[in-house]
């Protein structure tokens, strides 16, 4: 009997160890890595206020957003009024009687260098127009920092994404002074292509991802919708044969604060690589953009 029971110990250890703690484990895991799902339970409509919540790309509350609120009352007089999103990023206007709309939802996040970028924040029912206070309005927001502002928007112009631009151009750097402009043109039928590695998290605080983005270019190009962050910044000429090239880079900073405009690396000489991001201009204007953002500007020579 005591043999049997030894043996069916032995067993029993021997299954846990080879299949049920694996098993277990691996459920952990899963689950660890498993998205997380927002349990933020919706709002109602409360008549006579505007209500809405702000979140992250990953569905966190925002706090801080600041809520401005235009509009015309039933008696025909324009209003506008404003608040802050608190802790659960959550926010609550009354207002009288007429229709209004959230014309302003901008979260303040932190910039590299200079004051914080103002950040725009994009509608869950991708609209903002008036609607009737009497009722109840709720209108939510979430941050993005890359993607198409609306699908309306002219494809090719910067105003039209959440990201950042990249403006590059030719040049060279001499006494510490900047010489570019149409006396340098790339090669005919070329193009140029950027590696960009992010440095740290990105502005909303996710995990940025190495880009490669390829322009055809003749006295220079844009780079549109850039998830706002800092990167690290490489570039190489592909020539209308398919040759490569490897391209030096000098980044050039500019925004607030950048008088006279600085330069990574070193003024006097271009590198392999310089550090890239999307400096703050410290405006906060009531448009549908990047208020807050400027392009950044990337020259290259052979």
Known sequence: MKNLISTLALLTTFFCAEFLVPAMAQGTRARAN?????????????????????????????RGVRI??????????????????????????????GNFHVGWAHFFAPSPAGPPY????HPTDGNIDDAPS?????????????GRISPLNDAQSDLSYYGGSIQLSRGALADGSLSTGYTYEFPAGASVELQLTPVGKLVDGSVGKTLTRRQSVRYGATFLDIPIGQYQVGATLIEAD???????????????????IRFTPKPEEFGANGTLYFPSTGDSTPLLKLPGVSHAEVYVQP
């Open 34 to 62: 498993a998205p997380q799902v927002s349990a933020l339970a919706p709002l109602k409509r409360r008549p006579g206020y505007i209500v809405g919540r702000c979140v992250d790309g990953r569905g966190r509350p925002l």
């Open 242 to 260: 398919g040759t490569r090239k490897p391209l030096r880079v000098a980044v050039a900073r500019v925004g607030v604060g950048t008088s006279p």
């Open 118 to 121: 103002a950040l725009p924040l």
């Open 134 to 146: 009497a009722a109840g309005i709720v209108e939510n927001f979430v941050l993005k920092i890359a």
């Open 68 to 97: 401005r609120v235009f509009g015309t009352t039933s008696a025909g007089e324009k209003t506008n009024y404003q608040t802050t999103t608190g802790a659960n990023g959550q926010y609550s206007i009354q207002l009288p009687k």
